[in-house]
C-alpha cells in the first residue's frame, strides 16, 4: 500500500531522531576516549611511562667486596680473589628445565650441583639470581657467553670469593665464611637484603663472624635492560657499594705457624701476650683445620675426618678448651692468703709427702715430702702440701677473689668463637649450681687447681701477664679497623701489694733458672732472654689408694685419654717483660716434660722476632733443636704451599 505524504513525514522525522540518539551516542564515547586517552598520556603519563621501564628494566644488588683481615705486619689472613660464576632468574628463564639442560651440554657440571641449584630456585623469589655452579673455568665462562641466545635467564660473572693464604695455621682465630642458611635467617635481626641474596657469604666462625657487620660492607645496585626473552641486553647504570672495612690483628703469622708447626702431632693449646699493649701475638690451637675447604664446600669425607679425629681439630683449644690449671694455680693461692695476713713469706709449713684433712688424705706429689718448706721454696719446688695448709687459712672466697682479679674465671671480651669463662669456683657457687654446701676438701683440691677450678690457655696467659706486669692487662686482638688504632690492654696497676708480687716473680724465676726448679731443662741460656714460669699437671683420673700402695702407674703406660694433662706458664726476659704464654698440652703428662719445652722454643720465636740462635738453647739440646728447626721451616712451607689458590 503506497503510504501518503503524512506517513513518510513521520518516518523522516523517526529516523533523524535514531540518528541523533546513535550520533550523540557516537560522540560521547569518542569524547570519553578522547578524554582517557588526553589522562593516560599527558595527566598519568609519568605513571605509565614507569610501568613501561620496569618492565624491560630489572634492577639487581651488587654484592660488595668483604673486609680485608691483616695481621700486625700488613700480611693478608683473609683476602678475596676472582671467582667465575654463572647464575640464573628463573623468572627470566621460561622452561628452567630445558635451559638448565642446554647448559649441561655446553659446561659439564654435576647433576647433584644442579639439583641443589634448582630446589634453591624453588625456595626463592623467581626474580632472585640463584648460583648455579661457581670457580668455573675462564673457557667454561666463554662457552656460556658465546650461546647466550640459547640461555634464557643464564648469566656468566664474576664474584669475588674467600681465600684463607695460611689455611689451618689460622683457622682458629680467622675462621671462616659460608653461605647464609635458614638456621642464619633465624638467628639474625639483621634486614640486609644481601643475606637474601642465594648463597651470600657470611662469617661463621672466628673473627670472620663476629666482625661480620664491619667485614660486610653494604650493597650496590645495577639497572639492566632485558628483552621479552628476559636476556640481559645491556647495563644501563650501576652504584657500587661500600666495601667492608679492613682489619688488623695482633697477631705476628710467623709467630702464629710457628706456633703451629711447633705443637703438631700434640692436642694442645698457646697463647702468647705481649705485654707491652695486651696484643694477642699468637693464638694456636693443635690440631688445626683448613678453612678454605668449608668455603669451597666440604666433602663428607673431610667432615667425618675431622670429627671423628680424637684430638678435635675443628675445637680452639687455646681460647674454648678449659682444664683444671693444677700447679699453675698455686700462685693465685699464695697471693691470696699472703693478702689476707695468713701466712708470711718466711713462714714455714712441714710437707711429709701428704697432708690429713678430714679424714682424707691428701698427697703432694713427692711421695717422701719436701720437710720444712716456705713461699719461694714451695714455688719453686711445686709442694703441695704448703698450698693444702694455706688454703685452709684464707677460705675458697679469697681464693676465687684473686683468681678472678687475675683474669681465671672470667670471659674476656675477643671476638672469637665460645670464648670460655672458665671456673673460679667460691662457696656460692656450689650452693647455686649443685646445691651443695662446701666442704674444706673442695678447698684443698682448689688450691692445687684440681677439683672445680677451671682455666682456658687464654686465661692462663693473662694471669702471667698480669703477674709478670703488675698490670690489669687485657688481651687485644683487633689492632686497628680501617687504619683506625683500637684501645690498647696495657692495664691499670693490679691492687696488689708490690712486694708479694715481687717475691712471687722471683718464685717463678726460680722454677726455671735454680737447678732444683721444676722447669730448669727448659731454661733459655741466651744472656738477657731468661724466662721465669710455673709447671703444672693435672689429674684427669682418680688415682686410688690401692694404686698408690702398688705404685701408681706411669702416664706413658696409660692409655692416651686418661694421662695427665700438661700445663706451662711462663714470661720473658726476667729483667724486663715483653711477652707471656701459656701452654696446654691434653694428656701430655708432665708439664716441665711436655709443656715447658713448647713454651720456652715459642717463647724465644717471639723475643728474636724469628728464629732464635742456637746458643740461646743450653748446649745439651742444641743438636736436637737444629733438626727440630729445620723440621718446623719445611712444615710451615708445606702448610703454605697446600693453601695457596686453587
Known amino acids: 500500500m503506497k503510504k501518503g505524504p503524512k506517513d513518510n513525514e513521520l518516518s523522516s522525522r523517526t529516523v533523524s531522531r535514531r540518528a541523533l540518539i546513535v550520533g550523540a551516542a557516537q560522540l560521547g564515547i569518542a569524547g570519553g576516549l578522547g578524554w582517557r586517552l588526553q589522562s593516560m598520556q599527558v595527566e598519568q603519563a609519568d605513571q605509565f611511562r614507569l610501568l613501561a621501564e620496569e618492565n624491560r628494566i630489572n634492577i639487581r644488588l651488587l654484592p660488595p667486596a668483604r673486609g680485608l683481615i691483616f695481621d700486625r705486619n700488613g700480611i693478608p689472613l683473609a683476602?678475596?680473589?676472582?671467582?667465575?660464576?654463572?647464575?640464573?632468574?628463573?623468572?627470566?628463564?621460561?622452561?628452567?628445565?630445558?635451559?638448565?639442560?642446554?647448559?649441561?651440554?655446553?659446561?659439564?657440571?654435576?647433576?647433584?650441583?644442579?639439583?641443589?641449584?634448582?630446589?634453591?630456585?624453588?625456595?626463592?623469589?623467581?626474580?632472585?639470581?640463584?648460583i648455579i655452579a661457581d670457580r668455573l673455568a675462564w673457557e667454561d665462562v666463554a662457552a656460556i657467553n658465546v650461546n647466550a641466545p640459547a640461555l634464557s635467564g643464564i648469566t656468566a660473572e664474576v664474584g669475588l670469593s674467600r681465600h684463607y693464604p695460611y689455611g689451618g695455621d689460622?683457622?682458629?682465630?680467622?675462621?671462616?665464611?659460608?653461605?647464609?642458611?635458614?638456621?642464619?635467617?633465624?638467628?639474625?635481626d639483621d634486614k640486609d637484603p644481601l643475606l637474601q641474596i642465594p648463597k651470600f657469604q657470611i662469617g661463621k666462625t672466628g673473627v670472620e663472624?663476629?666482625?661480620e657487620a664491619m667485614l660486610r660492607g653494604s650493597a650496590g645496585t645495577k639497572r639492566i635492560e632485558v628483552n621479552a626473552l628476559g636476556r640481559v641486553m645491556r647495563e644501563l647504570d650501576r652504584k657500587e657499594g661500600e666495601p667492608g672495612k679492613d682489619i688488623q690483628l695482633g697477631l705476628d703469622e710467623r709467630l702464629q705457624s710457628y706456633a703451629q708447626a711447633r705443637m703438631d702431632g700434640e692436642s694442645a693449646g698457646a697463647v702468647v701476650i705481649d705485654l707491652e699493649t695486651g696484643d694477642l701475638r699468637a693464638i694456636a690451637s693443635a690440631p688445626s683445620f683448613d678453612p678454605n675447604m668449608f668455603v669451597r664446600g666440604i666433602s663428607v669425607k673431610d667432615w667425618t675426618d675431622l670429627n671423628e679425629n680424637k684430638y678435635r681439630p675443628?675445637?680452639?683449644?687455646?681460647i674454648q678448651g678449659t682444664y683444671p690449671p693444677g700447679s699453675t694455680f698455686k700462685m693465685v693461692t699464695a697471693l691470696a692468703a699472703l693478702e689476707a695476713g695468713v701466712i708470711g713469706p718466711e713462714e714455714t709449713i712441714y710437707c711429709p709427702g701428704y697432708t690429713n684433712v678430714s679424714g682424707t688424705r691428701f698427697h703432694c706429689w713427692k711421695r717422701a715430702g719436701h720437710g720444712n718448706i716456705n713461699f719461694h721454696e714451695s714455688l719453686k719446688q711445686s709442694c703441695d702440701c704448703y698450698y693444702y695448709e694455706v688454703s685452709q687459712r684464707v677460705g675458697i672466697d679469697k681464693i676465687a677473689?684473686?683468681?678472678?682479679?687475675?683474669?681465671?674465671?672470667?670471659?674476656?671480651?675477643?671476638?672469637?668463637?665460645?670464648?670460655?669463662?672458665?671456673?673460679?669456683?667460691?662457696?656460692?657457687?656450689k650452693q647455686d649450681v649443685r646445691g651443695e654446701s662446701w666442704r674444706i676438701g673442695d678447698t684443698?683440691?682448689?688450691?692445687?687447681?684440681?677439683?672445680?677450678v677451671l682455666a682456658s690457655p687464654m686465661q692462663l696467659a693473662v694471669m702471667t701477664?698480669?703477674?709478670?706486669?703488675?698490670?690489669?692487662?687485657?688481651?687485644?686482638?683487633?689492632?686497628?679497623?680501617?687504619?683506625?688504632?683500637?684501645?690498647?690492654?696495657i692495664g691499670d696497676p693490679l691492687p696488689i701489694n708490690e712486694n708479694w708480687l715481687r717475691r712471687t716473680r722471683q718464685s717463678m724465676d726460680a722454677v726455671v733458672n735454680h737447678t732444683r726448679g721444676t722447669a730448669h731443662r727448659s731454661a733459655i741460656v741466651a744472656d738477657g732472654m731468661a724466662m721465669a714460669g710455673k709447671t703444672g699437671t693435672s689429674q684427669v683420673r682418680r688415682i686410688t689408694a690401692e694404686e698408690r700402695a702398688r705404685g701408681v702407674t706411669r702416664n706413658e703406660d696409660l692409655p692416651w685419654e686418661r694421662r695427665d694433662h700438661a700445663l706451662f706458664v711462663s714470661y720473658a726476659p726476667v729483667e724486663n717483660p715483653k711477652f707471656a704464654i701459656s701452654v696446654v698440652v691434653e694428656h701430655g703428662g708432665?708439664?716441665?716434660?711436655?709443656?715447658?719445652?713448647?713454651?720456652?722454643?715459642?717463647?724465644?720465636?717471639?723475643?728474636?722476632?724469628?728464629?732464635?740462635?742456637?746458643?740461646?738453647?743450653?748446649?745439651?739440646?742444641?743438636?736436637?733443636?737444629?733438626?727440630q728447626q729445620k723440621r718446623i721451616e719445611e712444615r710451615i712451607a708445606t702448610v703454605h704451599q697446600g693453601s695457596a689458590p686453587a
Open 79 to 130: 683476602e678475596n680473589e676472582q671467582n667465575y660464576r654463572v647464575v640464573m632468574v628463573r623468572e627470566e628463564a621460561g622452561d628452567v628445565d630445558e635451559v638448565l639442560n642446554r647448559l649441561t651440554q655446553i659446561v659439564d657440571l654435576d647433576p647433584d650441583v644442579i639439583a641443589r641449584a634448582k630446589e634453591e630456585m624453588y625456595r626463592r623469589s623467581p626474580f632472585v639470581p640463584v
Open 170 to 188: 689460622v683457622g682458629h682465630v680467622v675462621g671462616y665464611v659460608g653461605p647464609v642458611s635458614d638456621y642464619d635467617l633465624s638467628r639474625i
Open 209 to 211: 663472624n663476629k666482625m
Open 314 to 318: 675443628l675445637a680452639a683449644k687455646a
Open 401 to 429: 677473689e684473686m683468681a678472678r682479679l687475675l683474669g681465671l674465671g672470667v670471659r674476656h671480651d675477643l671476638p672469637l668463637s665460645a670464648v670460655a669463662e672458665g671456673l673460679a669456683p667460691d662457696r656460692a657457687w
Open 444 to 452: 684443698v683440691n682448689a688450691s692445687i687447681g684440681q677439683g672445680y
Open 465 to 489: 701477664a698480669r703477674l709478670a706486669t703488675g698490670r690489669m692487662v687485657t688481651p687485644r686482638l683487633i689492632k686497628s679497623i680501617d687504619g683506625v688504632e683500637q684501645p690498647s690492654g
Open 590 to 627: 708432665g708439664g716441665s716434660t711436655a709443656a715447658a719445652p713448647i713454651a720456652r722454643d715459642i717463647l724465644l720465636q717471639a723475643l728474636y722476632d724469628g728464629p732464635p740462635p742456637l746458643e740461646a738453647y743450653p748446649s745439651v739440646d742444641r743438636a736436637r733443636i737444629a733438626d
